[in-house]
């Protein structure tokens, strides 16, 4: 099960949370784990981007370019285990060893920085003949996590569902889980959610009155800043059972239910026509065999001169190809059946399978490194979380891998965010 990391309990090796581990010496390698140590070491010597000063029960080497822009980075390994999982399962393998408590960085977002910046020595870490194996299974079990409906219902629960609780412990009161747009220096998160769910109703042109239809209801803060700030007759839908619960408590909570109606419903199995259309970081999750389905679906909702916002994740157009053929630590342990689609993929498809056109995009990746900056210190700051099934410092560590790793992708514009409108064809009122 592709979230396993994030709720399952295991053998921890020490955390700064814990006072333990850094003080501690690391364990002693064996014969093999030496051999594998040297075959790591002698691709991480080719970053040229910055240098890992990495520390171990062997002693303490210097892997790169001390003078790259990034510097040398303090990297200490706690269990020479590290080497067995690298070699055996490559850029996966390092995330589920960082959860394990193998390894640790002082800077762990820069760390990953020079690993996205340099991904062809990535890339060779992680083409090893040893970890061929584990990359075979993994893209047969994402094969598995298809976004038909049933599988849809499946992949949205096993992140989704996990706790209100937990993700009440770094979002901001909006329970907005998206990126925010940050319009000044040192606005509060909650402020920066906000600004950024104007613009997506302004994207739209959203007015009074309109008919808004939402794919992807979140905890509803979307439709309750569409109702209650632009006057719109809002239809949303989710197939979380954890967020239409939670939705609809808020929208009775906020006296909205004659504005919004709350739907536990596919979007594919949606009707009627729209004025417009808002999927804020939806289209991620539909899988890139679904994505012509989904953007049908969005258009045959709209009526003629209908608008269409979208706020994508996006990835570089030069690595979609790639990104698609490969697993990695998100696909697997955090967004099982997910994908990241390109600008090009989106207006591609969208060209060959409906009649949206694409009039207005804007980028604002740097928004989401720091939103994911300010969710990770939330995250850390609350200290070990414990929620039904697991929890503790492995649960800790395992959510703080994953916000490191999206932030370093958008500070180095490996990926991005952006809001895209797309207009049916017809008279506009």
Same mark, same amino acid.
């Given at each position: 099960?592709?979230?396993?990391?994030?709720v399952?309990?295991?053998r921890?090796?020490?955390?700064?949370?814990?006072?333990?581990?850094h003080?501690?010496?690391?364990?002693?390698?064996?014969?093999w784990q030496?051999?594998?140590?040297?075959?790591v070491h002698?691709? $991480?010597?080719? $970053?040229?981007? !910055?240098?890992?000063?990495?520390? *171990?029960?062997?002693?303490?080497?210097?892997?790169?370019?001390?003078?790259?822009?990034?510097?040398r980075?303090?990297?200490?390994?706690?269990?020479p285990a590290?080497? *067995?999982?690298?070699a055996?399962? !490559?850029?996966?393998?390092?995330?589920?060893?960082?959860?394990? =408590?193998l390894?640790h960085?002082?800077?762990?977002?820069?760390v990953?920085?020079?690993?996205?910046?340099?991904r062809?020595?990535l890339?060779?870490v992680?083409?090893? #003949?040893w970890s061929l194996?584990? +990359?075979?299974?993994?893209? $047969?079990?994402?094969r598995? +996590?298809r976004?038909?409906?049933?599988g849809?219902?499946?992949?949205?629960?096993d992140h989704? *569902?996990?706790?209100?609780?937990l993700?009440?412990?770094f979002?901001?009161?909006?329970?907005t889980?998206?990126s925010?747009w940050?319009? &000044?220096? =040192?606005?509060?998160?909650?402020?920066?959610?906000?600004?950024?769910?104007?613009?997506l109703?302004?994207?739209?042109?959203?007015?009074?009155?309109?008919?808004?239809?939402? @794919?992807? #209801?979140?905890? !509803?803060?979307?439709?309750?800043t569409?109702?209650?700030?632009?006057g719109a007759e809002v239809?949303?839908?989710?197939?979380s059972?954890?967020?239409?619960?939670?939705?609809?408590r808020r929208?009775a &909570?906020?006296?909205l239910?004659?504005?919004?109606t709350?739907?536990?419903?596919?979007?594919r199995?949606?009707? =009627?026509?729209?004025d417009k259309?808002?999927?804020?970081?939806m @289209?991620?999750?539909?899988?890139? *065999?679904?994505?012509p389905?989904y953007?049908?679906?969005?258009?045959?909702?709209?009526?003629?001169?209908g608008?269409?916002?979208?706020?994508?994740?996006t990835i570089r157009d030069?690595?979609y190809?790639?990104?698609?053929r490969?697993?990695?630590?998100?696909?697997?342990?955090?967004?099982? !059946?997910s994908?990241i689609?390109s600008?090009?993929?989106?207006? +591609?498809?969208a060209?060959a399978?409906?009649?949206?056109q694409?009039?207005?995009?804007?980028?604002?990746?740097?928004?989401?490194?720091?939103t994911?900056?300010?969710?990770?210190q939330?995250w850390?700051?609350?200290?070990?979380?414990?929620?039904?099934?697991?929890g503790?410092?492995? $649960?800790l560590?395992a959510?703080?891998?994953?916000?490191a790793?999206?932030e370093?992708?958008?500070?180095?514009?490996?990926i991005?965010?952006?809001?895209?409108?797309?207009?049916r064809?017809?008279v506009?009122?």
């Open positions: 099960m592709s979230s396993s990391l994030l399952s309990p295991v921890t090796v020490g955390d700064r949370h814990t006072g333990e581990g003080g501690a010496p690391p364990r002693a390698a064996s014969w030496r051999c594998l140590r040297r075959r002698a691709r $991480l010597a080719n $970053l040229r981007s !910055g240098a890992l000063e990495l520390a *171990d029960g062997v002693g303490t080497v210097v892997l790169g370019d001390p003078s790259g822009e990034f510097g980075l303090r990297l200490r390994v706690r269990d590290f080497y *067995d999982t690298l055996r399962a !490559g850029a996966v393998g390092a995330g589920e060893a960082f959860v394990e =408590g390894w960085a002082d800077d762990l977002v820069a990953l920085r020079v690993l996205v910046r340099d062809d020595v890339l060779d992680d083409r090893s #003949t194996p584990r +990359r075979l299974a993994l893209r $047969l079990a994402y598995l +996590r976004n038909s409906r049933t849809s219902r499946q992949n949205i629960a989704y *569902d996990l706790s209100d609780g993700f009440r412990r979002l901001d009161p909006t329970m889980y998206s925010a940050f319009a &000044e220096p =040192g606005q509060s998160l909650e402020a920066a959610q906000r600004e950024k769910l104007r613009r109703c302004e994207l739209v042109d959203l007015g009074a009155g309109d008919r808004l239809l939402e @794919i992807g #209801t979140g905890w !509803g803060s979307l439709a309750l569409a109702a209650r700030d632009f239809t949303t839908t989710t197939i059972d954890n967020q239409f619960a939670e939705a609809s929208v &909570e906020a006296g239910r004659d504005r919004v709350l739907l536990r419903r596919d979007y199995d949606l009707e =009627g026509t729209f259309l808002i999927s804020c970081e @289209i991620e999750a539909v899988g890139a *065999d679904y994505l389905g953007l049908r679906a969005c258009a045959a909702r709209l009526r003629p001169g608008i269409l916002g979208l706020q994508a994740i030069q690595h190809r790639s990104a698609l490969n697993v990695d630590y998100i696909k697997r342990h955090v967004f099982p !059946g994908f689609p600008i090009g993929a989106i207006t +591609r498809t060209s399978h409906t009649d949206l694409l009039v207005h995009m804007q980028d604002f990746g740097l928004h989401y490194a720091e994911l900056r300010r969710w990770r939330t850390e700051d609350a200290g070990p979380p414990v929620i039904a099934g697991g503790g410092e492995r $649960l560590r959510w703080s891998f994953y916000f790793y999206c370093a992708g958008f500070r180095e514009r490996h991005g965010v952006c809001h895209m409108r797309f207009e064809p017809g506009r009122r």
